[in-house]
């Protein structure tokens, strides 16, 4: 599979979850489809700093989009344009590019404060409550660390995973599924360009998803 095509499936999930959360609270399959995107999301994170050609533009595209979408998830999921004990996943990503890209600029001269600085943002990311929070930066320094060896990741990825769904719910543990189309990547962009498209439909779809529910409900 190609980049646009595990964005394109990443998306897809992510709509059926958030469908679900917002719609079906109680209805897991919409859940359990949706427990895929998340991985797919941090393991892009972890390939877009090989590939970026300017990496400050990339963590402040990131943040951007961060500040961009909180009102956006406050209202789809706790309906107040404010909502303080819980932060959006673009918040998370953001804290996890941070971190991979210490590792990858000075992991080699000053390894320790590398480790350190990862770490911060693991722990920031649970003081702040982003979304998936401290798992989810993890997540992306796992990806990162195996980006040699794929499978190795994703089965380190399998365990963590399995871990962190048995602390807060079955429903996570859906998310190892996420395995099967991170191997079958092949390393290629593929014909579309979801990059902006990406970043400007999660905030959208969540503005929408929020006003049908406001008319419907």
């Known amino acids: 599979m190609s980049r646009s095509q595990l964005k394109l499936l990443a998306m897809i999930t992510m709509l059926i979850d958030h469908i679900g959360a917002i719609f079906f609270p109680h209805v ?5 489809v949706g427990r895929l995107a998340f991985p797919l999301f941090c393991f892009f994170i972890s390939e877009g700093l090989i590939y970026t050609s300017n990496l400050k533009k990339y963590l402040k595209r990131l943040f951007l989009f961060a500040l961009v979408s909180e009102v956006p998830y406050d209202l789809a999921f706790h309906g107040t344009v404010f909502f303080p004990k819980n932060q959006n996943v673009f918040f998370t990503l953001f804290l996890g590019l941070a971190a991979i890209s210490f590792l990858h600029t000075y992991f080699d001269e000053r390894p320790i404060s590398s480790f350190l600085f990862a ?7 649970g003081a702040l409550h982003t979304d998936y929070g401290w798992f989810g930066v993890l997540v992306i320094i796992i990806f990162y660390c195996a980006r040699q060896y794929r ?3 994703v089965i380190t990825f399998a365990f963590l995973n399995t871990g962190f769904g048995l602390m807060t719910g079955t429903l996570q543990l859906y998310a190892a599924a996420a395995a099967i189309p991170i191997v079958l990547y092949n390393g290629k962009k593929g014909k579309l360009n979801w990059k902006y ?7 959208v779809h969540l503005l929408l ?9």
């Open 28 to 32: 897991d399959p919409f859940r359990m």
């Open 119 to 125: 770490g911060a943002c693991v722990l920031l990311a």
């Open 197 to 203: 498209f990406f970043y400007a439909f999660y905030p």
């Open 209 to 217: 998803l929020y006003f049908v529910h406001t008319v419907a409900f």
């Open 151 to 153: 499978t190795r990741g």
